[in-house]
């Protein structure tokens, strides 16, 4: 039955990187025909597009957290925590969703030092950054921000946003901590959050270990989710 196990495991995570490469044809495919719609304008089909075309990030993101989350629990992730620029950092998570911030007509401010460096892993930060800009730019009226900065020796990265906020079930309860049945409702599963708090977990320095909080308030006084980095 062990054997078993490990071999229906294996088998989900072959088949969740092959979608993943399926998904990514799927979503240049969708911003070419969209930015095909929108040069000959017929903005009502480029905005359908970008609809789906969200959705689709969405999905690819979901993606690599699952395939992440399966090497955590394999003890297999190759975790490469190095000194790195933050703001590069940003700008990479930044313009893996350029077109979406673009059709939706969503203004993204950057507010990190330049010079700005610290120690983690690459990938998997730039996959918690895709994680919150996605669920931001799905919530946002308009405005995104993303803040970087250091206190009490950690880093800290912000993402705000100008929506509806989290709403008090989430802020009263631990909604990061561990992963949560499916909300069937609106098809909420906590992947997202379960997946940026191991990631930040994963950092530790001198005993501390990296954290991840969800508020309201920031510059829009809409959602924020906070990663803290020692």
């Not at 078993?4 to 911003?31: G, P, R």
Request: with cysteine; hydrophobic share 40%; net charge negative.
């Amino acid at each position: 039955m062990p054997q078993d196990e490990i071999s229906f495991t294996d088998l989900m995570a072959s088949s969740m990187h092959d979608m993943k490469n399926s998904v990514n044809v799927q979503v240049h495919a969708l911003e070419q025909l969209a930015q095909d719609a929108k040069a000959r304008g017929d903005l009502d089909t480029c905005n359908s597009l970008v609809g789906v075309m969200a959705q689709a990030h969405r999905v690819n993101a979901n993606l690599i957290q699952l395939l992440s989350l399966y090497k955590f629990g394999k003890s297999t992730y190759p975790l490469d925590i190095r000194e790195l620029s933050v703001a590069e950092l940003i700008n990479e998570a930044v313009l893996h969703i350029r077109s979406v911030l673009a059709f939706k007509g969503i203004r993204l401010t950057v507010d990190c030092p330049a010079q700005l460096d610290w120690y983690f892993d690459r990938d998997l930060m730039t996959g918690v950054l895709l994680n919150a800009l996605n669920n931001a730019c799905h919530y946002t009226r308009d405005n995104i921000r993303v803040a970087a900065d250091v206190a009490d020796g950690q880093l800290t990265l912000r993402l705000e946003d100008n929506g509806p906020g989290y709403p008090a079930s989430m802020l009263s309860h631990d909604a990061v901590a561990a992963p949560k049945g499916v909300n069937f409702f609106n098809g909420s599963t906590g992947l997202g959050f379960y997946f940026s708090a191991q990631v930040a977990h994963l950092h530790q320095n001198q005993g501390r270990h990296g954290t991840l909080r969800i508020e309201n308030g920031g510059v829009y006084g809409g959602g924020c989710f906070v990663v803290t980095l020692p």
